[in-house]
Structures are given as C-alpha cells and as structure tokens.
C-alpha cells in the first residue's frame, strides 16, 4: 500500500495505523496500513430496495413500507421512509409523529417525555435511477419486518 499521501497544500503525511469498525457499529479496529490494505478493498454503497420495517413499539402485525440498503446502525436497519410510510406511522402514532404531505412533506417527531419537538427535513435517495423523496428517523431502533 501507498501510505504516503499530501493534503492540499503539498505537505506529506505517512499512514502507520488505520482504525475501523464494521459498518453500523461495533468495536474500534486498529492494523497497519499494509494489513488494512490486503485485508480491505473499497466498496460502494449497496442501492436501495423496499422492504418492510417495524418497532418494538408497535404493535407486532404492523409492517411500513420504507427503502432501505443494508445498512445498519449500532445493529439496527436504517430505513428511509416515503411519504406514504411517514403517513402511516404518523396515523399509528399521532402523538408522536404529525405529516404534512400537501406542504412539501413536513415531518414533525413530538418528543413526549421533553415536550420538544424536532422537524426532519426530506433527503433524496436514488431508487433504479430515479429520485425517490424519503426522511429518516435518527436514533429509532427498527427491524426488517416478514
């Protein structure tokens, strides 16, 4: 492996070390660079497919609909939800969750315990080549759902 490499103004920096993790959590790796490289090659980030989630939660024969590409956080899957599984959760969860689909799709997660209330903002996802408008819930503990 090269393990010389220069940042933006020419100055040289040597890699000695490489700290990692499996992606989605897990305990903090250290190797050589030499290792990291014949261990290692670069990866794209899987495409997305619909699949179902669910939560603890919810009750268990409850199953949105949600985009997601194989990857996890600290273990749990990473959906992405349209707008027509952000609907369904906010009507299973009106507490908690409010939609508003005909004003650009503000999405609004009511903290019941604190009172606050945090807006998600849409991000956009490419599902076979076409943009696909999606928002995330960070922090929730999902499942893929049979």
């Known amino acids: ?32 660079g030499d290792q990291f490289a014949e261990t290692f090659e670069p990866a794209e980030w899987p495409g997305y497919r619909l699949v179902n989630v669910s939560g603890d939660w919810l009750d268990d024969d409850v199953k949105i609909p949600a985009y997601w590409n194989g990857t996890y956080w600290n273990g749990w899957v990473t959906p992405m939800f349209t707008g027509a599984g952000i609907a369904l959760l906010a009507a299973l969860m009106p507490e908690t969750v409010s939609f508003d689909g005909a004003e650009g799709g503000v999405l609004a997660v009511h903290d019941l315990d604190s009172g606050d209330v945090t807006v998600i903002e849409p991000s956009e996802i490419e599902v076979d080549g076409k943009p696909v408008k999606v928002w995330s819930f960070d922090g929730w503990c999902w499942d893929l759902a049979e």
């Open 1 to 32: 492996m090269n393990n010389l490499f220069k940042d933006k103004d020419g100055n040289l920096v040597q890699i000695h070390s490489v700290q990692f993790a499996a992606q989605g959590g897990g305990p903090l790796l250290t190797v050589s």
